[in-house]
Nanobody
Framework: QVQLVESGGGSVQAGGSLTLSCVVS???????MAWFRQAPGEQREGVAG????????YYADSVKGRFTLSLDYAKSTLTLQMNSLKPEDTAVYYC????????????????????WGQGTQVTVSS
């Protein structure tokens, strides 16, 4: 059974940094992994995704140049380094994992990732 465990959320002031980690266990091979976020009353939106089969990384326009996604294969850990945080980055951040439904052209669609972690809260104050 696949398990994803996120950690690293917290409260910071605008301009600060946080590092989110997602440890994955119980899987043999997955084609894509991604971080999403969901603010109250909003839909879950893609933040950054990594396609293992081609080694490509994708970012939402709102986080380009501020967030960096990396994957440690040995530790099965997907890390999201978040710098220059803004109040609008406040949300619950989720890690998602996909296989057969992975599609780089729509990496930002939550439907591509059937497996999810429990989420970690990120709060950025102005």
């Amino acid at each position: 059974q696949v398990q994803l465990v996120e950690s690293g959320g917290g409260s910071v002031q605008a301009g600060g940094s946080l590092t989110l980690s997602c440890v994955v266990s119980g899987f043999t091979y997955r084609k894509c992994m991604a971080w999403f976020r969901q603010a109250p009353g909003e839909q879950r939106e893609g933040v950054a995704g990594f396609y293992l089969n081609v080694g490509n990384t994708y970012y939402a326009d709102s986080v380009k140049g501020r967030f960096t996604l990396s994957l440690d294969y040995a530790k099965s850990t997907l890390t999201l380094q978040m710098n220059s945080l803004k109040p609008e980055d406040t949300a619950v951040y989720y890690c998602g994992l996909g296989q057969s439904g992975c599609d780089p052209s729509s990496w930002w669609s939550a439907e591509r990732y059937p497996d999810w972690g429990q989420g970690t809260q990120v709060t950025v104050s102005s």
